[in-house]
Every structure is written in C-alpha cells, then in structure tokens.
C-alpha cells in the first residue's frame, strides 16, 4: 500500500484493517427443499431470510465476514474469520451475487474463495493464483460467466475465468505502473484502470485497445464506474474526486472538500449517491445529480482510513482503518448513524 504520509507509531498495530466489501447471502436452496417443515418454525424462517455482510481484510491476512442481522443480544451477532497465507490484505472485492470473493494481499497474490453458505457457516474452497504483484481486482459480466479482472504492478490486466482460474485475456496499459483503481462495466465492454502515476486508462473490452488516456500527475487509488455508465469516479491524492465521462474519459469536474489524501471513493447500487473517504478519517456523502456533498463527517475511531463502500441496499456504508478497524454507519438522506 503505497502512502506516504506518516503515522503514529507509538499506538499499538491492533485492527488495522484495509479493505471491505458489501456482499448478501441467499438462502440455501437445499435447505429450503429439504427442510419445508422447519419453515414454519420462527427461527427457521429467520435462517432462510437473506442476510446482509461486510468482509474485511487486515495487516494479519485474515478475512472476517461480519452479518449484519440484528440478534436478540447484539446488533451484529455473527462473526467468522479465514486465514489466508501471505502477508496481510490489503484488497478484497465480491462478485456480483456474492457467491465468489477476490482478496489481494501485500505479497501480490490473488487468491479467490467460493463462498456458499449453509446454515449460516462459510464453507471456503481456496485456491491460489500466484502471479505475482497483484494490486486491484474487479469482477465483471454476471451469472455463469463472471470473470474476475487483476490489476498488476507492471501496468497489465489480467482477465480469468472464476470457475477454473484460466487466463482469458491481457490488457496492457503500456505504463509500468501500480494499476490501484480498476472498474469493469457489467457487459465487459469497457475496462478502466488507475495507477500510481496518475493516469486513468479507459480500454475496449472486446479489441483490447486503449480508448482514452488522461495524466492527473497524482496517484489515483481507486475508480468506479456509475451504474448508468454515464461517468466515473477516481480517488486522487491531489485531495479530490475525478468526475470522468464515459466513454469518452474527459475530465467533468474534480469535486474538492478533503484536506487529505483521496483513499477510496464507491457509488451506491442506486446511482443516486457516491461515497469518499479520505487518509485522515473524513467521509462525504454526495448527491450523484448536483455533485453537493450531502453529510460529511469524521471516523473519529480510526486514525488513519483506507476504504469505505456502500451497502447493497444503499442505506449504510463502511469505513476501515487503523484503530477500531470497521465502523458501519446507517445514512439516509442527511443524517448518520453509527452502528458498530
């Protein structure tokens, strides 16, 4: 993770955690086919009730998945965590119906994990890529033939197949650099990547040639794509979000109001809102058609933040750190409320 301001080394190195995702487990089929009595039982039901999760990497490579169902003790009563080996984790990404999970750690391997929930347990099948010097990971397409795309420290895409890791396809951003951001539209017709030179590359998904190229001359750490593809959204160090055009990859706006480094940026489901954080704890929400910010607050619980996204039910988002480690927080219109 390539950051230049310093930290507070005299506080302890516990939670620190750098990366979450947004995912929701459905119920298993075979429980709902197997077990029809049960269901009329309350807390069968509640099993067989979709239910929502963050999972996080941290500085120990362990992945823990967090559900959100309120208990009858405790908001969040359930936790599970998985060891990877490597160093820590610095990126993790979901598929679209989050059945299968991308996670990045520092030594730049790419590992994917088969995430199938049965009775509320997390039955991991992991298998290991080791290409080395991975740093970002988007999943693209849907269903059947979801592909995961891998942005690697010499500037090249690479494109796998998630049901036997098979290498498809290569993109080259002919720029020797750490690709940070990358996004793929749903029909993989476009692929965009950011790097640590602060070049945003925009490419055609199906011929593999580069469409647009623009420098910002400063790192750009993260980049989504909005869900109408009418533009995108890069998490710069110059302390602003890039608003780009889409297709075309020109500039619209550089949206200002952090004081610190951009560190990550998300667009909610819904395409009405987006969400940044940046280094020194500070989160706007903004309003997607005037580009206002609509709530700005601080993570008072974490020194120093490194990713934050929405949930898929678009009212609440997460935010990781060095300190607490995750905070959730439910935002509706201009008011928050922070929940762990």
């Known amino acids: 993770m390539e950051i230049n301001q310093t930290t507070n080394e005299t506080e302890p190195e516990t939670n620190r955690v750098w990366c979450c995702a947004w995912g929701v487990m459905q119920p298993a089929k075979k429980s709902i086919q197997s077990n029809i009595e049960e269901e009329e039982k309350s807390s069968s039901r509640a099993k067989l009730k979709p239910r929502e999760f963050v999972i996080t990497g941290d500085y120990m490579s362990q992945l823990?998945?967090?559900?959100?169902s309120p208990g009858k003790t405790n908001v969040f009563p359930d936790e599970y965590s998985m060891q990877l080996p490597g160093l820590g984790i610095h990126h993790v990404a979901l598929c679209s119906d989050s059945s299968c999970l991308a996670a990045i750690s520092?030594?730049?391997?790419?590992?994917l994990l088969s995430l199938n929930g049965v009775g509320g347990r997390w039955l991991p099948s992991v298998s290991h890529i080791h290409v080395g010097n991975f740093w970002s990971s988007s999943f693209g397409g849907g269903g059947n033939i979801e592909c995961i795309y891998a942005g690697s420290g010499s500037g090249h895409i690479?494109?796998?197949d998630t049901s036997d890791r098979t290498l498809q396809h290569s993109y080259d951003t002919h720029c020797c650099e750490n690709v940070l951001g990358l996004a793929i539209s749903k029909d993989q017709r476009l692929v965009g990547a950011t790097d640590y030179a602060g070049n945003l590359t925009l490419f055609d998904g199906v011929t593999r040639q580069i469409t647009s190229r623009t420098n910002y001359k400063m790192p750009m750490r993260r980049l989504v794509f909005d869900p109408s593809m009418q533009h995108a959204l890069a998490a710069c160090d110059d302390k602003t979000i890039k608003l780009i055009d889409l297709p075309s990859g020109m500039l619209r706006e550089s949206l200002v109001g952090h004081d610190a480094f951009v560190m990550s940026v998300d667009v909610s489901p819904d395409g009405l809102r987006f969400l940044s954080g940046a280094f020194d704890g500070s989160i706007k929400l903004w309003d997607a058609r005037t580009t206002k910010t609509s709530l700005a607050f601080m993570c008072g619980t974490n020194r120093n933040l490194w990713d934050v996204t929405f949930?898929?039910?678009c009212n609440k988002i997460s935010c990781v750190g060095?300190?607490?480690g995750l905070n959730i927080y439910y935002c509706m219109g201009n008011k928050k409320m922070m929940l762990v």
């Open 64 to 68: 823990k998945v967090v559900f959100t």
């Open 106 to 111: 520092m030594d730049g391997n790419l590992t």
């Open 158 to 160: 690479y494109k796998y």
């Open 311 to 313: 949930n898929k039910c």
């Open 322 to 324: 060095d300190g607490k």
